[in-house]
């Protein structure tokens, strides 16, 4: 595993700094976490968990919110309505810079803005809390002893954990802003509810409310003797190896080896009512094909002409590497880069038909290694020999029918 630090800006283009932890292989999917409330993102609990799930091949993102921690800003500027931006800021990083995340996750309020921003998050599937209040208001209380003071001079100093925080009116007001149970009655991802049940801060009633207003799929797992803080280590990971395990059910490609079953040389494509997100199993591989957004579909995956010049390019790189072995050749690594498009007729020289279009595929290879020009040279000559290349030359009937 390695950790690396980041930044990036919010929407006031205020820059919030954050840790992305990633496996040691390529990532299953990437997560985001947000922090409890005061909290940051180095808290012992968060770190634990974050782990946790690198372990299980997740790329998780912790970040801390404006004004907390290492990020600029100042804390009695922020508001409940601000850490939903900051998560939305976080993860147009992510998807900028590696990819969209697939799991949500968030401590106590951290927990109840993550189900806020949720919606706004097409590409995850699932989301997750950890002594989440059901409503943003919930931390009011905290307020009581300063509300008067917070009412009449509109900003106050109060003891949050121990600690002295100025806060605005503002932050109050903001508070009331939220319909939470109408959000997660309409999340359209899967939930997993955590909680504590001797939580003393944010009663497990809570937990209670959130499950009874989400839709299935849903889950609910109990914390059974950890405090509200995950002091804890060991429930802290055991947090983060639950987390890990139920979300890994969700993802486009376990879910579509785990619906779907294929004979070996086989391979089973089934699209749902709506859109073109389609589920692929390959043998005992699962995949996930989609179109882009701009032609109505979400992107989830490859598209259909992707994943054929896919075959083609690995079945390029395996032939490569066939004939180096055979021939004793120094090929490190032999690279194919395949782009499909289509040319007009007109435009191909050496193209028997005379009009319309032309399927094109733009076949690269980038060789690595001590080989001399003439190997060079016959090492493209060989590329044509691909199983695949040649198929694709040759006459190709494909025989349907309907089967009940």
């Known amino acids: 595993m390695q950790s690396q630090k980041v930044s990036f800006p919010n929407n006031t283009g205020q820059l919030l700094s954050g840790i992305l932890d990633l496996p040691d292989t390529s990532p299953v999917a990437y997560a985001l976490f947000a922090h409890c409330f005061t909290c940051s993102k180095n808290l012992k609990a968060a770190t634990n ?21 290492q990020s600029e800003g100042e804390f009695e500027d922020t508001s409940f309505s601000s850490n939903v931006g900051d998560l939305l800021a976080a993860v147009a990083w992510l998807t900028e810079q590696h990819e969209a995340p697939k799991v949500l996750f968030g401590h106590s309020l951290g927990g109840t803005a993550v189900l806020q921003a949720a919606p ?46 100025r806060v605005k009116e503002e932050f109050l007001d903001d508070l009331g802003k939220y319909d939470l149970p109408n959000s ?36 609910f797992v109990s914390l059974d003797k950890a405090d509200h803080l995950l002091s804890r280590e060991e429930d802290s990971r055991y947090a983060g190896r639950v987390l890990a395990a139920w979300a890994t059910r969700f993802l486009p490609s376990v879910a579509a080896a785990e619906n779907l079953v294929a004979a070996d040389g086989e391979v089973v494509a089934r699209t749902g009512a709506d ?15 989609d179109e882009p957004a701009s032609v109505g579909g979400s992107d989830e995956g490859p598209t259909p ?19 180096a072995n055979h021939k004793k050749l120094a090929l490190r690594s032999a690279t194919v880069r395949v782009k499909h498009g289509r040319v007009h007729a007109d435009d191909c020289v050496d193209c028997e038909q005379s009009d319309g279009q ?13 080989l001399s020009p003439e190997q060079r040279t016959r090492m493209l000559e060989i590329a044509d020999r691909c199983p695949v290349h040649k198929t694709l030359h040759n006459e190709i009937k494909v025989r349907s029918s309907l089967v009940d």
């Open 184 to 219: 997660v009655a309409n999340l359209r991802k899967a939930l997993l509810v955590m909680h504590a049940p001797l939580d003393d801060v944010v009663e497990v009633d809570n937990a209670s409310a959130l499950f009874v207003a989400a839709k299935h799929p849903k889950s």
């Open 305 to 323: 002409y992707d994943l054929l010049a896919a075959a083609l390019a690995t079945c390029t790189t395996m032939t490569l590497r066939m004939y």
């Open 275 to 289: 859109g073109f997100r389609t589920e692929v199993a390959a043998g005992r591989h699962g995949l996930i094909a």
């Open 120 to 165: 706004s998050v097409a590409a995850a599937v699932a989301v997750a809390t950890i002594g989440s209040p059901a409503d943003p208001g919930h931390v009011a209380h905290m307020f009581a002893d300063s509300e008067a003071e917070l009412r009449s001079k509109g900003i106050a100093e109060v003891s949050l954990g121990g600690r002295p925080f």
């Open 49 to 69: 968990i974050a782990r946790s799930m690198t372990d299980a091949g997740f790329a998780v993102l912790r970040f801390d919110f404006t004004g907390l921690g």
């Open 358 to 370: 032309i399927h094109e595929f733009r076949r690269e290879l980038i060789l690595e290694g001590e």
